[in-house]
């Protein structure tokens, strides 16, 4: 008998039904080149990026928001391989590979994924460990 065999399903599964916040974090490594005016450029070989995503998302009768799982197999089949494509440049729509730019990209591709009742509150995407930008929803 296993320590916790004798456990039942309670009456009441939710403790609590509103809306609640998922902060996930993802990772990705790719090479890229950023451009700037007068002609200059940054290449940026080997880079890793973090991002860190907020999800609102109401909480069922089972006490459970939308799946955790669920949201980081949406990201590895369908936006991680852009993301970590070889050249960033050339996997993503054309513009310039700004953590700007990349972050918005992200934001997008993740209100396709998301059911209707869920959506993003806040992205930030870190370009080093210091350095980073924010979208709020609001």
Do not use: C
């Amino acid at each position: 008998m296993s320590l916790l065999e004798h456990i039942q399903q309670p009456q009441k599964t939710a403790y609590y039904e509103k809306d609640i916040l998922l902060n996930l974090t993802f990772t990705f490594t790719t090479n890229n080149r950023i451009f700037f005016p007068n002609g200059k450029h940054k290449d940026l070989f080997n880079h890793n990026y973090k991002f860190d995503i907020s999800i609102k998302s109401p909480v069922d009768t089972y006490g459970l928001a939308i799946d955790f799982y669920q949201i980081e197999r949406d990201y590895n089949e369908k936006i991680a391989p852009l993301l970590n494509a070889p050249i960033l440049n050339e996997s993503l729509p054309e513009m310039n590979t700004t953590v700007e730019n990349i972050a918005y990209f992200i934001w997008e591709q993740f209100e396709h994924l998301l059911d209707h009742v869920s959506s993003i509150q806040t992205l930030t995407l870190y370009e080093t460990k210091n350095h980073s930008v924010t979208i709020n929803k609001n």
